[in-house]
Antibody
Framework: QITLKESGPTLVKPTQSLTLTCNFS??????????VAWIRQSPGKALEWLAL???????RYSPSLRSRLSITKDTSRDQVVLTMTNMDPVDSGTYYC??????????????WGRGIRVAVSS | ETTLTQSPAFISAAPGDKVSISCKAS??????LNWYQQKPGEPAIFIIQ???TLVPGVSPRFSGSGFGTDFTLTINNIESEDAALYFC?????????FGQGTRVDIK
């Protein structure tokens, strides 16, 4: 059974960095084809894909946020960490980590964590 | 970037109704579109993959159709447990993008 759980601070100040951890079970990020993505939802807005790390450590980032994001994996600890710098109140929202099979025919984004709500406020 | 326009934003349905949700892509995305159900405080549930394939274990009251730019999620004989937020995701090209979501309420 695949599960993912997000953890990290629920309140950060503007200009600070946010570091979120995704702890997962039921799969290995060293398995060919597997990837973990971070997705967020800000109030009143559509879900937004942020970053993705592949089993071979290849990484993809949202073009609009690329300069502020870093995604890393720790295969031995079954963790993926997302760091977002220079946080702003518009970055407030719920952040999700999501399991993917990145080889055709997928599936893409088949298991989601419950999410962690992050507020950016002074 | 592919924009997904999802409609309507809200549906109020009676038990037994048939409900349809549309997701239109700004460019062709083949069948690289998934549908999800999400209830408050719960992980999103993967219900339709590749536009038309029902995810194993999901009720057959759910079905998906479409290819290219126009996609539809249909819920037949809707039940109270189907009250949730539904959203679409395209993974044809990066960045992956989402529809705005449709909230389904059961009268």
């Amino acid at each position: 059974q695949i599960t993912l759980k997000e953890s990290g601070p629920t309140l950060v100040k503007p200009t600070q960095s946010l570091t979120l951890t995704c702890n997962f079970s039921g799969f290995s990020l060293s398995t060919h084809g597997v990837g973990v993505a971070w997705i967020r939802q800000s109030p009143g807005k559509a879900l937004e894909w942020l970053a993705l790390v592949y089993w071979d450590d290849y990484k993809r980032y949202s073009p609009s946020l690329r300069s502020r994001l870093s995604i890393t994996k720790d295969t031995s600890r079954d963790q993926v960490v997302l760091t977002m710098t220079n946080m702003d109140p518009v970055d407030s929202g719920t952040y999700y980590c999501v399991h993917n099979i990145l080889l055709i025919p997928g599936p893409i984004a088949d298991y989601w964590g419950r999410g962690i709500r992050v507020a950016v406020s002074s | 970037e592919t924009t997904l326009t999802q409609s309507p934003a809200f549906i109020s349905a009676a038990p037994g109704d048939k409900v349809s949700i549309s997701c239109k892509a700004s460019q062709g995305i083949n069948d690289d579109l998934n549908w999800y159900q999400q209830k408050p405080g719960e992980p999103a549930i993967f219900i339709i993959q590749e536009a038309t394939t029902l995810v194993p274990g999901v009720s057959p009251r759910f079905s998906g159709s479409g290819f290219g730019t126009d996609f539809t999620l249909t819920i037949n004989n809707i039940e109270s447990e189907d009250a949730a937020l539904y959203f679409c995701l395209q993974h044809d090209n990066f960045p992956w993008t989402f529809g705005q979501g449709t909230r389904v309420d059961i009268k």
